[in-house]
């Protein structure tokens, strides 16, 4: 986030703007006048619900709460603070201070949202210096917190990859491997046995918290208002993501539950490269990213983690009850909850499960590969994309197929990749055999399909992308599913049950009216992002056919 030469003028034309006449006043119409005296804080690192500020008289610099005589960036009048995190709710990663006797316009987040929304002349000059800064801070490398663990532990596994999955920012310290642990763990007077655990940078400390209590000392986990949704999205994959920009963006009043974060399974795509119009490729956290600042620039509003665990009618309404208690009532609500890889069945793969085998191959994951050999089980795209990214990382990359064919179910561009990786190494009609280990994974037995041989690889990780398992556990028995759990829509559903309106059901509506599934979730769906996307923008408007019929 630091101006100086690195930066061409057109970076620092958006990432720094500095507003004209009009885009003041309008801004001016909305916000409230607030002074601040020479050293007093506008906010500070970790506060959530952060303010916007217009500049207007004297300057605020942003610091590193780490380094606070370092300054990052120094804004002067007519311009303004802030990045992303303001209108995704998440805490602020840097501290600004008034520098000198400052004038400004203070504006809440909310508010911020209607600018965006309603004032496009100023809204979109704002969220391209927000996403530029975004850009920079995450260059800069500082972090919003610190997490102490051990790389082969399952809890400290699962807080790194929802706070990855959340876009928060973290410094983590390998209790194996970091010199500084021993003095942290000795400041905390706490000891190794006490770990995973999360230092916040109000100096909190929580010991190896749940992902809902993580998310609310971090304040990205709101509580849900009670009121009647027009549009409820179960699931915020590329599917609900869809949804909930284009339900929020036509009027409808939309909320989306997603149990882990936005993104889905596609969040934890390395690159994604044959979405149309990123030529070059983007990865899932990206994609989920300006999607989710885009939905709630529309008014979408999500809680994260909330996991369904029952939906049921009554009253006319559709209620869903959430992990903790909550309860929901809408009129409309699309299953986009998709599905997640099938686990793997061999001897002993399920307890090295988060202590070397995993189902996504993130930035977490891809650190226990570097220079070591690993192994990835799958033939489709997910597989394909893993190769290709932990190829960078991992001395060497086994790719286990069942069948022979690399193209039958992955894209021929990531085929033809694999195929000029020296370091790819496919394994054709194989199969994992078992895996062994004292305390995390060690090595994996792989078979011949034809002849039965065993050999035994030694590897610190392995990777698996096969098959789908939709998530619908939670759903009633009156929503029609096929023999492998997926939602029916359409023409599959009308003979679930007796259908009660004199209309068929819609092309992704289920025996149920009002109540629509996308993505992977649904019978029949295609497993691609653009075709989830296409999907969720169809359930709204057959949802908005369904509201105005009812």
């Given at each position: 986030?630091?101006?100086?030469?690195?930066?061409?003028?057109?970076?620092?034309?958006?990432?720094?703007?500095?507003?004209?006449?009009?885009?003041?006043?309008?801004?001016?119409?909305?916000?409230?006048?607030?002074?601040?005296?020479?050293?007093?804080?506008?906010?500070?690192?970790?506060?959530?619900?952060?303010?916007?500020?217009?500049?207007?008289?004297?300057?605020?610099?942003?610091?590193d709460p780490s380094?606070?005589?370092?300054?990052?960036?120094?804004?002067?009048?007519?311009?303004?603070?802030?990045?992303?995190?303001?209108?995704?709710?998440?805490?602020?990663?840097?501290?600004?201070?008034?520098?000198?006797?400052?004038?400004?316009?203070?504006?809440?987040?909310?508010?911020?949202?209607?600018?965006?929304?309603?004032?496009?002349?100023?809204?979109?000059?704002?969220?391209?210096?927000?996403?530029?800064?975004?850009?920079?801070?995450?260059?800069?490398?500082?972090?919003?917190?610190?997490?102490?663990?051990?790389?082969?532990?399952?809890?400290?596994?699962?807080?790194?990859?929802?706070?990855?999955?959340?876009?928060?920012?973290?410094?983590?310290?390998?209790?194996?491997?970091?010199?500084?642990?021993?003095r942290l763990l000795?400041?905390?007077?706490?000891?190794?046995?006490?770990?995973?655990?999360?230092?916040?940078?109000?100096?909190?400390?929580?010991?190896?918290?749940?992902?809902?209590?993580?998310?609310?000392?971090?304040?990205?986990?709101?509580?849900?208002?009670?009121?009647?949704?027009?549009?409820?999205?179960?699931?915020?994959?590329?599917?609900?993501?869809?949804?909930?920009?284009?339900?929020?963006?036509?009027?409808?009043?939309?909320?989306?539950?997603?149990?882990?974060?936005?993104?889905?399974?596609?969040?934890?795509?390395?690159?994604?490269?044959?979405?149309?119009?990123?030529?070059?490729?983007?990865?899932?956290?990206?994609?989920?990213?300006?999607?989710?600042?885009?939905?709630?620039?529309?008014?979408?509003?999500?809680?994260?983690?909330?996991?369904?665990?029952?939906?049921?009618?009554?009253?006319?309404?559709?209620?869903?009850?959430?992990?903790?208690?909550?309860?929901?009532?809408?009129?409309?609500?699309?299953?986009?909850?998709?599905?997640?890889?099938?686990?793997?069945?061999?001897?002993?793969?399920?307890?090295?499960?988060?202590?070397?085998?995993?189902?996504?191959?993130?930035?977490?994951?891809?650190e226990l590969c570097?220079?070591?050999?690993?192994?990835?089980?799958?033939?489709?795209?997910?597989?394909?994309?893993?190769?290709?990214?932990?190829?960078?990382?991992?001395?060497?990359?086994?790719?286990?197929?069942?069948?022979?064919?690399?193209?039958?179910?992955?894209?021929?561009?990531?085929?033809?990749?694999?195929?000029?990786?020296?370091?790819?190494?496919?394994?054709?009609?194989?199969?994992?055999?078992?895996?062994?280990?004292?305390?995390?994974?060690?090595?994996?037995?792989?078979?011949?399909?034809?002849?039965?041989?065993?050999?035994?690889?030694?590897?610190?990780?392995?990777?698996?992308?096969?098959?789908?398992?939709?998530?619908?556990?939670?759903?009633?028995?009156?929503?029609?599913?096929?023999?492998?759990?997926?939602?029916?829509?359409?023409?599959?559903?009308?003979?679930?049950?007796?259908?009660?309106?004199?209309?068929?059901?819609?092309?992704?509506?289920?025996?149920?009216?009002?109540?629509?599934?996308?993505?992977?979730?649904?019978?029949?769906?295609?497993?691609?992002?653009?075709?989830?996307?296409?999907?969720?923008?169809?359930?709204?408007?057959?949802?908005?056919?369904?509201?105005?019929?009812?």
């Amino acid at each position: 986030m630091k101006r100086d030469a690195r930066l061409d003028e057109l970076q620092r034309a958006v990432a720094f703007p500095r507003l004209d006449d009009e885009q003041i006043a309008a801004l001016r119409g909305i916000g409230t006048p607030a002074r601040f005296s020479a050293r007093e804080p506008l906010f500070s690192a970790g506060d959530c619900s952060v303010p916007f500020f217009v500049v207007e008289q004297g300057e605020v610099a942003v610091v590193d709460p780490s380094r606070p005589e370092e300054i990052l960036a120094l804004h002067r009048p007519r311009e303004i603070t802030g990045d992303v995190d303001i209108l995704a709710g998440r805490p602020a990663r840097v501290s600004a201070l008034a520098r000198t006797d400052c004038a400004t316009l203070r504006i809440s987040a909310k508010d911020l949202r209607r600018v965006v929304d309603e004032r496009p002349r100023v809204g979109d000059v704002l969220l391209k210096a927000f996403l530029m800064r975004r850009q920079l801070l995450d260059e800069s490398g500082i972090a919003a917190l610190r997490v102490v663990g051990s790389r082969f532990c399952r809890d400290a596994h699962r807080i790194r990859e929802f706070l990855l999955r959340n876009k928060i920012p973290f410094e983590w310290l390998d209790l194996e491997k970091d010199p500084a642990v021993k003095r942290l763990l000795s400041r905390f007077k706490v000891g190794a046995q006490d770990t995973p655990l999360v230092i916040l940078v109000d100096g909190r400390m929580l010991r190896s918290p749940p992902n809902a209590e993580l998310a609310s000392a971090l304040g990205i986990r709101k509580p849900i208002e009670r009121a009647v949704y027009d549009l409820v999205i179960v699931g915020a994959g590329p599917a609900g993501l869809a949804a909930a920009v284009y339900g929020a963006s036509e009027g409808l009043k939309t909320l989306v539950l997603d149990r882990m974060a936005p993104g889905g399974q596609a969040g934890g795509s390395s690159c994604i490269e044959n979405y149309m119009g990123f030529p070059a490729g983007l990865s899932g956290a990206e994609l989920a990213d300006r999607a989710l600042l885009q939905a709630q620039k529309f008014g979408a509003i999500f809680s994260v983690p909330a996991e369904v665990a029952r939906l049921r009618c009554e009253g006319g309404f559709h209620v869903l009850e959430v992990d903790g208690g909550e309860q929901v009532a809408a009129r409309c609500v699309l299953i986009a909850a998709g599905a997640s890889y099938r686990r793997l069945d061999a001897a002993d793969c399920a307890r090295f499960e988060n202590l070397g085998l995993y189902y996504a191959a993130t930035a977490v994951e891809a650190e226990l590969c570097r220079n070591a050999q690993v192994v990835i089980v799958g033939g489709g795209n997910s597989a394909g994309q893993a190769a290709v990214y932990l190829a960078e990382r991992a001395r060497r990359v086994l790719l286990v197929l069942r069948g022979d064919d690399l193209r039958k179910d992955m894209s021929d561009y990531l085929a033809r990749r694999i195929e000029h990786t020296a370091t790819i190494d496919v394994r054709r009609q194989t199969e994992v055999g078992g895996m062994r280990g004292e305390k995390w994974l060690e090595s994996v037995d792989l078979r011949s399909r034809p002849t039965g041989a065993l050999e035994r690889v030694t590897c610190p990780a392995a990777f698996v992308f096969i098959g789908a398992r939709p998530h619908t556990g939670w759903l009633p028995q009156d929503i029609g599913l096929d023999s492998h759990g997926f939602v029916k829509t359409g023409p599959q559903a009308e003979g679930i049950r007796a259908w009660p309106l004199a209309r068929p059901p819609f092309l992704l509506e289920t025996s149920a009216p009002g109540v629509f599934a996308a993505g992977d979730v649904r019978v029949g769906s295609v497993k691609r992002v653009a075709s989830a996307v296409g999907e969720g923008a169809m359930a709204v408007k057959f949802a908005h056919e369904y509201l105005a019929s009812s």
